[in-house]
Structures are given as structure tokens and as C-alpha cells.
């Protein structure tokens, strides 16, 4: 084990550097908590030692705990996780007291912290239990406690030293929104100390323990008569931060994430009493966490799941394909957006649109985006140039020569799309790879017009692009493995985050999207209140409900999607209700928020209202409501059945992608880790139960899966689960 080392310079200063040498990114581990543990022993039982500098052999701190420990913790059960917290929490409190008195608070030996970049989750709680935190002057450093957006909070006495430290109210940021801030702000904003230049950073740090003074050393909350930033709950002002900030949590969390719940619980209870207690307490709320499923789903997706796709858990064994030059074909929002995230990750761009005034106004776009980023001190000017520099705006098709990948972004109809791809060729060189962004048409028709045929791939943004980290990869019956390993590199390049599917009707985001939205107008349309329909989706954790999801896709975009449906389905087509609605409201001229009018009301400005009085004319509220249980099964089976449906006819290939898709494709539940992780919480037995009355009621549309049958009478799971196996 050598992921810290121990040296002591003449003038006696201890430096501990952290360097775990098989990752890019220190992790904490429990062996390297242990060997942190006994090196602080070493030092603090050393006359020699006059304190110790706790800094990191790479270019950053650390990026949080191996989130192998905590699976491992959870395996054991409740004492387990409270075990393993605790005993951080003896190391981070042995390092914070320092051999000091107990009585007299003297005598202990100082201990900085020197982050040389980016210090997250433990990496930043292990310098909170330090004297004193000092940073190296670095931009692209973030520093922060994260935990929240993967389903858990600061378990590692970040939560009760940062409150007490900053106080509820100014921690509240950093606890439940996972604010990450650059090292001048997380100064401003009193996380740390001090910013130096990366030069000086250990010398400063030197110069500080040899310097220190006992009172430096003692926390407020240890010294005598401490009283918490803002006010204790049972202070006037504390007590109101504390009922808005529960109202806060929520509002936001509609009481479905239980991290924020836990988290609050922690710094309310341990503000009414002594530091060793309330980290005892943040403990307890950190183990009832763990061993709640939401928090293991969420880890599992958001995290581990996402963080493999990323480094291509899925990627064919083929040669290194990454993108040199591109050249996207449309100018659109689209377009546009594809090229802005292309020439920001360093890939030269070239821009084609059929008239030179569209191919400047994509061109254009990017710079509208970089302009903002200026005025938010994210983008310098010279970082503006640089991207800019890389877009080449023509309608000149010959431009396309030398690029490697081509992205077609043009209107979604197969004739353009076929000329496209006839002119392209005609260009570009033999192992050019070509892919169609379309979020609908199916790409082995598409690649019929192309004369490679395995060279010919879908990528299926989200908008606004710049925004949304999913790309949806699309192989064709023909499509070969170069073709997808290039779309996969050249997606971890732009840094968003793929999955691979095979080539149906919708692929997999809109496959499962669509019955979402579908769902919500048969409501509607049934007399169902469409308040009801709407907060039985976010009560459950959409983001947002299906009438105001159609909204902001676009009505007419609906309209459009049914119509090629029905056509191609011929009787089968299953959405007739539907249409009745999308029609209608389509011919009041009430196509979505781009035009001010759809299923919600909006003001000259955009700002969403209200639901658009005229509904309860149209479609009537039945006198009869169904429950919130009810509504919210319709909502969530209408998508997970797609996603199992998907699997089995392998659309999907693996959950993974099919959870974090879903997560970060149309936001799916992120409480639940997405549709198959849902599953496995309420059990596929209880799943095919809902089903079964869902189909009875309502029609074969809720007609369980096979697959989903066929685990329900073995008790099979899709992640492995104690007690069953996985699917």
C-alpha cells in the first residue's frame, strides 16, 4: 500500500502526500484510511514533527471515496455502515484535535492542507478536519461536496463541520445543491482559507505550520461558548432557516430522494448538540441512507454505471478512432449545437448549410453561447477565438474534404437525407464515417442510400445539445464496429455520455418517451383532472409532467411523429385517442410553448402560467378522480414496459445504458436509477401484479413482459440482489 507517503524535512515539517499510482484521480480507500491514520500517529508521537502538510502527488487532491467501500459497507448491513463511518470519523476527529489538551486545547501539532486542484467529497471533507486549508491558484480546480447528485450526502463529517463552520443557511448550497466552486470562490464563500500561486503552494503551506500559534489550531465549535453561524434551531433566525430550508427540500425533492431528507435530518438534530455527538448522529442518518435501495440505484446509474459507458464499457476492439475533423451537414439549432460542442472539445468543424446566410447564423450560435460564457468569467477571450477559429461556416461541400466523421443534421425526411448523403460521398474519403442525427427514422433504410453501408451509423442528439449529456447510437443491420467505435469516441470526446442501441422504430429514448407523453393526454382525454396528471409525475420524480413535456417539445412535432406512425403501422396503430387531442389542439393553433399557446398558458415573455382554461371545456373533468397511485403506475408502467419490451427484442443491450439513458435522456425518476432499477426496488413479482390490473382497466398496452413474467416466478432481479439472481 502506498497511496500516501511519509517525509520529513530539517526544519521538521511532516509532508503526507496522497498519490494513489492506479488511478489518474485520488480515492479514498479504507487501507488508505488506515495508513493515513497511522502516519498522523507517527507524526504527532514524533518530538521531531512540528506538523504536518496533507497535499496530493498529482495535478488534483482527490476526487472522493472508492465507491467500493461503500458497496462493500452496505454488504455488511446497518452496524457495518455504521462501523465504517465511524471509524473515518475517529481519523478525521484524531487529525482535527491534533494531540492537543483536552482541557486546555493546547500542545497539538498543526495540520494544513495543501490542494494543488480539485478536492471533492472526502477530498475536501479530509482538509474540513484540517486547521487550515490552503489552495493552489488553479481555474479549472472544483471544490465541493457532490454527494448529493449521486444519491447520498457528505457522510465523512463534511456535513456537521460545514454547517457549523458557514452555518445552515450559507452551506446549504454546497450540501444539497452539490454546488462545486473554483478556488477564489470557495474562498469567498469560506470553504477554504487561502488561494496562493501552484508555485508557492507548499511553501506557504510550510511557512503556516511553522508559524502556527495553539488558537490556531482550535475549531470554533470546540472552543467554549461556540454558537452556530445564523442561529441553532431553537434561535429566532435559525429556527426560520430551518422551516424554509425543509420547505425547500421539499418543494424540490417532492419527497421522493431520500438523501436530501437524511442530509437535512442531520444538520437539524446535530445542531442541538455537541460535536462528537452530532457526528455520531450524521452517521446514523448516513447508514439509514445506505440502506435505503434509492441510494444504491443512484450510485449504481449516475455514477458507476455512467462514469464505464463513458470510458466505452461497450466499445468494439477496433483501433483508436478519434475525430480529427467533422463536418455537420444542416445549420439548424441542431446543427448548430453539434458544432459548438465539437470545435469546444478541440475537433476542427466544418459548417454546411445550404445558403451561406443559414451557414453563418449556426456559426453564429456558437458564438452566442461562448459570449454568455464570458459574462459568467467561464470563457476568455481567447478561448472565444480559439473555438471560432475551428467552425468553418460554407455551403461549399468540397470543405468536407479530409474529415473523418460526417454528422448529417437536416430535416427529418429520407429523400433530403438520401441527397445529403449522395453529395457527401462524392467527397469525402473512403473510411469516412457517416452518421444521421434522427431521433426517429430507422437507419438501415436511411443507409440503403449510402454506398458504404457499414460506415453508416445513427447519433441521436437531445436539444438544446449544449446542455443534454446523452447521445443515443444508433447501429444499423449493416453498421460495423469501426463506424460504431468511431461514434463512440468521438461522443467521449465532446464529453457527453453514449449508449448503443440497435436499429427499430424510435430507437430506445423515444420509444420509451412517447408512451410517457401518450399516457398523459389518454388522460385527459378520459376526464382525468390534468393537474392531477401533471403533479402525479412530478411526485413521483419527473422532472417534468407529459402535458408540459409536449408543450415543450412541440405539439405540432407530435402531430407530425403520429401521422408517419400511423402510416407506416397501418391498423396496428395503437394511438387513435391520442390524436383526437394532438389534433385538435394543432388546429386551435395551440402548438406548444415556441408559440405561446398549448396545454399551458403563457404570458407575452414565454413564462409558463397555468393549464390553459380552454382544456376543461374541450375535456371535461370526470365527476369520479382516480387515485394518485393510480395515475402515477399509468405514467411510470407506460415507460418501463418500453424499456423491458427493448431488452427483449435486444434494441437494448444492456441495462446499463438503458438506466442511465433513461435518466439522462427525458430524466426518468434519477430517484429510482432509472426504469430497471425501479424494477428491482418494488420486485418484479409486485411489478406484474400492477400490470396485470393496469391491463384489466385499461387495455393490452400494460400487458406484462415475458421476460418480466418469467422473473417474477423465479424471483430473478436485473442487478444482482441478495436472494435473487440477476437477470
Known amino acids: 500500500m502506498t497511496d500516501f507517503t511519509y517525509a520529513m524535512d530539517a526544519d521538521g515539517v511532516v509532508t503526507l502526500t496522497w498519490d494513489v499510482k492506479t488511478k489518474s484521480m485520488n480515492v479514498m480507500s479504507t487501507e488508505a484510511f488506515q495508513l493515513l491514520s497511522g502516519m498522523v500517529d507517527r507524526a504527532l508521537a514524533d518530538p521531531a514533527a512540528k506538523g504536518i502538510i496533507l497535499t496530493s502527488g498529482k495535478k488534483d487532491f482527490a476526487g472522493g471515496m472508492d465507491l467500493n467501500v461503500i458497496a462493500a459497507m452496505r454488504a455488511g448491513g446497518a452496524q457495518a455502515i455504521f462501523d465504517g463511518v465511524m471509524g473515518m470519523h475517529h481519523v478525521l476527529r484524531k487529525i482535527e484535535l491534533a494531540g492537543m489538551d483536552p482541557k486546555t486545547k493546547k500542545g497539538g501539532k498543526p495540520i494544513v492542507a495543501a490542494l494543488p486542484g480539485t478536492a471533492l467529497g472526502i477530498g475536501l471533507e479530509l482538509p474540513l478536519a484540517c486547521h487550515r486549508i490552503i489552495a493552489a491558484d488553479n481555474a479549472r480546480a472544483k471544490i465541493g461536496l457532490p454527494e448529493i447528485l449521486v444519491g447520498i450526502f457528505p457522510g465523512g463529517g463534511g456535513t456537521t463541520r460545514l454547517t457549523r463552520k458557514l452555518g445552515a443557511m450559507m452551506a446549504a448550497p454546497f450540501l444539497l445543491e452539490g454546488k462545486l466552486s473554483d478556488p477564489k470562490a470557495a474562498k469567498a ?23 502556527a500559534k495553539d488558537t490556531d489550531l482550535v475549531k470554533p465549535w470546540d472552543e467554549k461558548g461556540y454558537k452556530m453561524p445564523g442561529g441553532a434551531p431553537y434561535h429566532p433566525a435559525g429556527f426560520m432557516t430551518f422551516v424554509g430550508a425543509n420547505a425547500m427540500v421539499g418543494g424540490k425533492t417532492m419527497g421522493v430522494y431520500p438523501a436530501a431528507k437524511e442530509l437535512l435530518g442531520a444538520v437539524y438534530e446535530g445542531a442541538l448538540v455537541p460535536f462528537d455527538t452530532a457526528i ?11 440502506m435505503n435501495p434509492s441510494s444504491t440505484a443512484m450510485i449504481r446509474s449516475l455514477f458507476i454505471n455512467k462514469e464505464a459507458l463513458e470510458k466505452g464499457a461497450n466499445r468494439p476492439r477496433v483501433t483508436d478512432q478519434t475525430v480529427k475533423k467533422v463536418g455537420i451537414i444542416g445549420a439548424g439549432m441542431m446543427g448548430a449545437g453539434i458544432a459548438y460542442v465539437s470545435a469546444n472539445a478541440g475537433i476542427d468543424v466544418v459548417l454546411i448549410d445550404a445558403a ?34 475551428r467552425i468553418l461556416a ?36 473512403d473510411a469516412c464515417i457517416f452518421a444521421t442525427n434522427t ?70 429514448a423515444n420509444r420509451c418517451i412517447i408512451p410517457y407523453i401518450n399516457e398523459g393526454i389518454r388522460m385527459l382525454a378520459e376526464g382525468v383532472e390534468p393537474a392531477l396528471v401533471e403533479n402525479a409525475a412530478k411526485l413521483v420524480g419527473m422532472p417534468l409532467g407529459p402535458l408540459q413535456l409536449v408543450d415543450e417539445t412541440s405539439i405540432d412535432l407530435g402531430v407530425k411523429i403520429a401521422k408517419a406512425t400511423k402510416a407506416a403501422m397501418g391498423d396496428a396503430y395503437p394511438d387513435g385517442a391520442v390524436d383526437e387531442v394532438l389534433f385538435w ?25 397555468g393549464l390553459w382554461e380552454g382544456l376543461e371545456a374541450r375535456f371535461p373533468a370526470a365527476k369520479d378522480q382516480p387515485d394518485l397511485a393510480s395515475v402515477q403506475h399509468r405514467l411510470l408502467m407506460a415507460q418501463v414496459l418500453e424499456a423491458v419490451r427493448a431488452l427483449e427484442e435486444s434494441v437494448l443491450t444492456d441495462i446499463r445504458e438503458g438506466d442511465v439513458g433513461a435518466i439522462l435522456g427525458w430524466g426518468f425518476a434519477p430517484w429510482s436509477g432509472g426504469p430497471f432499477g425501479w424494477l428491482d426496488i418494488i420486485g418484479a413479482a409486485r411489478a406484474v ?39
Open 280 to 290: 455520531r448522529i450524521e452517521a446514523r442518518h448516513f447508514t439509514s441512507l445506505l
Open 189 to 211: 464563500a469560506g470553504l477554504i482559507d487561502e488561494v496562493v500561486a501552484p508555485e508557492d503552494l507548499l511553501a506557504r503551506a510550510k511557512e503556516w505550520v511553522l508559524a
Open 394 to 429: 460554407t455551403t461549399d461541400y468540397a470543405a468536407l474534404a479530409g474529415c473523418d466523421l460526417i454528422v448529417e443534421a437536416v430535416f427529418e425526411d429520407p429523400k433530403v437525407k438520401a441527397e445529403v448523403t449522395a453529395r457527401v460521398e462524392a467527397v469525402v474519403g
Open 689 to 727: 401484479e400492477i400490470c396485470d390490473s393496469l391491463t384489466e382497466t385499461f387495455g393490452p398496452r400494460f400487458t406484462a413482459p415475458k421476460m418480466l413474467r418469467d422473473m417474477a416466478a423465479k424471483g430473478d432481479s436485473f442487478y444482482p440482489q441478495p436472494g435473487a439472481k440477476a437477470a
Open 585 to 609: 389542439m394543432a388546429d386551435q393553433g395551440r402548438i406548444g410553448k415556441k408559440a405561446g399557446a398549448g396545454f399551458y398558458a403563457y404570458d407575452p415573455a414565454g413564462k409558463r402560467e
Open 439 to 508: 431521433s426517429t427514422l430507422p437507419i438501415s433504410s436511411l443507409a440503403k442510400a449510402s454506398q458504404r453501408p457499414e460506415q453508416f451509423i445513427g447519433i441521436h442528439f437531445f436539444s438544446p445539445v449544449d446542455k443534454m449529456m446523452l447521445v443515443e447510437i444508433i447501429r444499423g443491420k449493416a453498421t460495423g464496429d469501426v463506424a460504431v467505435a468511431k461514434a463512440l469516441d468521438y461522443v467521449r470526446q465532446i464529453r457527453k455520455t453514449p449508449i448503443v442501441v440497435n436499429d427499430a422504430r424510435f430507437f430506445y
Open 356 to 389: 451561406q446566410e443559414a451557414a453563418d447564423r449556426g456559426k453564429a450560435y456558437s458564438e452566442g453561447l461562448l459570449d454568455k460564457g464570458m459574462q459568467r468569467k467561464k470563457v476568455t477571450a481567447e478561448k472565444k477565438a480559439e473555438v471560432l477559429g
